[in-house]
T-cell receptor, first 113, second 115 residues
Framework: GENVGLHLPTLSVQEGDNSIINCAYS??????FIWYKQESGKGPQFIID?????DKRQGQRVTVLLNKTVKHLSLQIAATQPGDSAVYFC????????????FGKGTKLTVNP | ETGVTQTPRHLVMGMTNKKSLKCEQH?????MYWYKQSAKKPLELMFV???????ENNSVPSRFSPECPNSSHLFLHLHTLQPEDSALYLC??????????????FGNGTRLTVT
């Protein structure tokens, strides 16, 4: 069934440390994955995406890893800053009759100065 | 500035009121979406429009009525809502070709409170 979930609902890190946010998905046919950041009072903001024919993609201070064998997605944030404090969502693109994007519940990241 | 603008940002309405939420995108996209975000729940897809045509209604109650006059504008008309409809309503847009083509771009939402 459709199930995009997160291993931890909250994550607290020290400023300057690296952060890793995890996401499990259940549909092995999903072909596209996206990470979003949502700050308080704002809508989800696109961070980085990855297609199923890749296992790693890097952006500015962020890296997404995709492990299709265990259906696991992770977001790594290097040198975490207070401005990174937000809720992070993963989403998977599923084909099942119609194409749709299914979101996880989110992980709240708190960066301590 | 997200390229997707939603108004109003906050709305309080009684159960007998009629109100509308507005969304406008300046990204040249052809697909527009309404999502509902409730506390501690994943984003729930409500409606999808592609080139002004509704292509998805995710079993949404008829007290929510969408309207898409053109590819840049999307409305959500509300009437006789229930308190459990209180939530953040998010509009999004994307390029044509489906949700696998590229990421959705979201507005900052309308925080709706039904009293």
């Amino acid at each position: 069934g459709e199930n995009v979930g997160l291993h931890l609902p909250t994550l607290s890190v020290q400023e300057g440390d690296n952060s890793i946010i995890n996401c499990a998905y259940s549909n092995s046919a999903s072909d596209y994955f996206i990470w979003y950041k949502q700050e308080s009072g704002k809508g989800p903001q696109f961070i980085i995406d990855i297609r199923s024919n890749m296992d790693k993609r890097q952006g500015q201070r962020v890296t997404v890893l995709l492990n299709k064998t265990v259906k696991h997605l992770s977001l790594q944030i290097a040198a975490t800053q207070p401005g990174d404090s937000a809720v992070y969502f993963c989403a998977e693109n599923i084909w099942g009759g119609s194409e749709k994007l299914v979101f996880g519940k989110g992980t709240k990241l708190t960066v301590n100065p | 500035e997200t390229g997707v603008t939603q108004t109003p940002r906050h709305l309080v309405m009684g159960m007998t009121n009629k109100k509308s939420l507005k969304c406008e995108q300046h990204l040249g996209h052809n697909a527009m979406y309404w999502y509902k975000q409730s506390a501690k729940k994943p984003l729930e897809l409500m409606f999808v429009y592609n080139f002004k045509e509704q292509t998805e209604n995710n079993s949404v109650p008829s007290r929510f009525s969408p309207e898409c006059p053109n590819s840049s504008h999307l409305f959500l008309h509300l009437h006789t809502l229930q308190p459990e409809d209180s939530a953040l309503y998010l509009c999004a847009s994307s390029p044509p070709g489906g949700t696998g083509t590229g990421p959705l771009h979201f507005g900052n939402g309308t925080r709706l409170t039904v009293t």
